[in-house]
């Protein structure tokens, strides 16, 4: 299994970025969905985490102007975000909680590499 982002890149503050994470290989179903970042010498921030019906919560750091959202049919989560800052800056990654076939009795959580997100003048 893969998971892929896209999306990431150089912005201004004030602007706008769509994050995509595409899972792909042996699934049979995509179960809780979620966005993190990093920055360098910090741990991982959980962002928002998302059910396999599409109810999400968000973390504080993500209220307001994050907005996350999948397409199980095409194995893809989405996060939105508006209004960014330079502090947005980092690296932001999904995971994904899969079942890999019918008969699994556990789902197994991936993680893509990350985008990187640069909120610069």
């Known amino acids: 299994v893969q998971l892929v982002e896209s999306g990431g890149g150089l912005v201004q503050p004030g602007g706008s970025l769509r994050l995509s994470c595409v899972a792909s290989?042996?699934?049979?179903?995509?179960?809780?969905m979620g966005w993190y970042r990093q920055v360098p010498g910090k741990e991982r921030e959980l962002l928002a985490m998302?059910?396999?019906?599409?109810?999400?919560n968000y973390t504080d750091s993500a209220k307001g102007r994050f907005t996350a959202s999948r397409d199980n049919a095409k194995n893809t989560a989405y996060l939105q975000m508006n209004s960014l800052k330079p502090e947005d800056s980092a690296t932001y990654y999904c995971?994904?909680?899969?079942?890999?076939?019918?008969?699994?009795?556990?789902?197994?959580?991936?993680w893509g590499r990350g985008t990187l997100v640069t909120v610069s003048s």
């Open positions: 995971n994904a909680d899969i079942r890999h076939y019918a008969y699994s009795l556990h789902s197994y959580t991936h």
């Open positions: 290989g042996i699934i049979f179903s995509v179960e809780n």
């Open positions: 998302m059910d396999i019906g599409g109810g999400t």
